[in-house]
């Protein structure tokens, strides 16, 4: 009885938690990546950050990105799965991953679920900071007078990156709802009782 409860606790404490963290611009998804980083020991894996570095550092994959993105054309699934799987490769023994902005296809989603398999394990769940257009414009414009970012003082170029989220989030947030994996979380409120949302989410899927 005492080697199957010692299997059984040993086997939940190493396996990994992977998130698929989703939210549109101003939901607060950067505050709250960072915190379940901190609280879970997760490797964090911003495919913006990761086309911006591999683009810089000239790899063979970001220089193949920059031909598409200097035509003005989308990067290819593939690109940015090799992108991805190559960061995440770096990365021997990790607690798990935080996947933001990513899968935003249903290509890239099998993937992401082919390229785990791989490493013996799996998506533990998609969570999506879920906040109103009205109150998304409101915190972007005062982004945008506080930190004087241009896309952030446009009303017009507000919306259209609110827009391109929801067209382009659709297929993710419907695959892991398929799979039983997607939770929507209240993104509006004091930052910290979101992050405690968001961790009793984590925490009901991981012992549930």
Known sequence: MQEAFLFIFTRKITSMLNIVLFGPPGSGKG???????????????????????????????????????????????????GMLQSEADKHTNPAGFIFDGFPRTIQQA??????LNGRNTSIT????????????????????KDSGRADDQDPAVIQNRIDVYNRDTAPAKEFYTKQNKYKGI??????????????????????G
């Open 31 to 81: 505050t709250q990546a960072a915190k379940l980083v901190e609280k879970y020991q997760l490797i964090h894996l911003s495919t913006g950050d990761i086309f911006r570095t591999n683009i810089k550092g000239e790899t063979e994959l970001g220089k193949l990105a920059k031909s598409y993105i200097d035509k003005g054309q989308l990067v290819p699934d593939e690109v940015t799965i």
């Open 110 to 115: 099998e993937a992401l679920d082919k390229y």
């Open 125 to 144: 769940m998609m969570l999506s900071l879920e906040v109103n257009e009205d109150e998304l414009r409101k915190r972007l414009l005062l982004r945008g």
């Open 186 to 207: 209240n993104g509006v409120g004091a930052i910290d009782d979101i992050f405690q949302s968001l961790c009793n989410a984590i925490e009901a899927r991981v012992n």
